[in-house]
């Protein structure tokens, strides 16, 4: 079997072109891949998350068959935590609180892969909302994940005449401009569609080869990376600025904490970014949220 892999054992690395283009095919996240021709029979994406683990998706072509797992440090091959058809449904492999952490740090080592983004969307499906969990905010996450998802759109050809036409056919009546298709790879139905955070039925954390203590280190592992955030380097001086629109939940300031960032010398692609216009609401609430030190949420919740 032909394989395409995303990743070594260490360090960032690009999304795969194949994943890429599968990306922006509306089947491929509705359970209906239009075209798998001159793609591998099986693309394993990874997606390092820190000391050594990540989470690593693997999809069977072209069937759309999805496995996620657990890498763990100095290993080469990943633990399944769930299983799941194309069009699902999902297992509840991840807590949706677990996916969050992971998906911020990630997006905090590799600034290609914003949050809520890529990550979010591949991977929601197997960590699915509980009683427990903000379901609004869950829903909204999701939701701007798969609003994220854009592709290169064309410019539309001209409609007007070549040469200036006769005077009964000058209206505009007479040219009328082509649609121009959209930028966005899902319709908002596909999009209210996916972001629904309805509950799996599939419990796959009560067998026993499902690795809760190798999950639980690396979320423990990631919870005190954000945790230590706010007390490094040029952190510290913004964070009273960073807590105060946690608290008002008011995204006004942003800019002035973009500005003070700046100016203390902070040059993290993934923090500016998150920060700069045109502002993503939900980036810039978990960014705003991660340097107040804040509970995750805290923010979010206002703007969903």
Not at 8 to 35: C, H, K, M, Y
Not at 81 to 93: E, F, I, S, T
Not at 154 to 172: K, M, N, T, V
Request: aromatic share 6%; proline share 12%.
């Amino acid at each position: 079997m032909a394989a395409g892999d995303a990743a070594g054992q260490d360090g960032n690395v690009p999304v795969p072109e194949a994943l890429r283009r599968l990306s922006l095919d509306a089947g491929f996240w509705t359970g209906e891949i239009s075209d798998a021709e001159l793609l591998p029979d099986l693309l394993r994406v990874s997606f390092p998350v820190l000391d050594g683990y990540a989470l690593i998706l693997e999809i069977e072509l072209p069937s759309g068959e999805r496995t996620l797992g657990l890498r763990r440090p100095s290993s080469s091959e990943p633990i399944q935590l769930g299983w799941a058809p194309a069009g699902g449904p999902y297992p509840a492999a991840l807590r949706w609180w677990e996916l969050e952490t992971c998906a911020r740090v990630i997006a905090l080592a590799d600034p290609t892969l914003p949050h809520p983004g890529l990550v979010t969307a591949l991977l929601s499906p197997f960590a699915p909302a509980t009683a427990d969990d903000d379901v609004p905010s869950v829903a909204g996450i999701r939701e701007a994940a798969y609003r994220s998802l854009r592709r290169p759109v064309p410019p539309p050809p001209p409609s007007g005449p070549e040469q200036d036409p006769l005077p009964l056919f000058r209206e505009d009546r007479w040219w009328p401009v082509p649609p121009a298709p959209s930028p966005q790879v899902l319709d908002e139905a596909a999009i209210a569609a996916l972001s629904d955070p309805t509950q799996a039925v599939d419990q796959v954390r009560a067998g026993k080869r499902f690795p809760h203590e190798d999950l639980a280190d690396l979320v423990r592992r990631a919870t005190a990376h954000l945790d230590a955030l706010p007390r490094r380097d040029w952190y510290t001086l913004t964070r009273p600025l960073a807590r105060q629109i946690t608290e008002t939940g008011d995204l006004t300031p942003v800019r002035a904490l973009l500005g003070a960032l700046t100016e203390a010398g902070c040059d993290h692609p993934t923090v500016l970014d998150a920060l700069s216009e045109p502002l993503v609401a939900l980036e810039a609430c978990w960014m705003v949220e991660t340097l107040a030190g804040a509970e995750p949420g805290t923010l979010l919740r206002h703007h969903v």
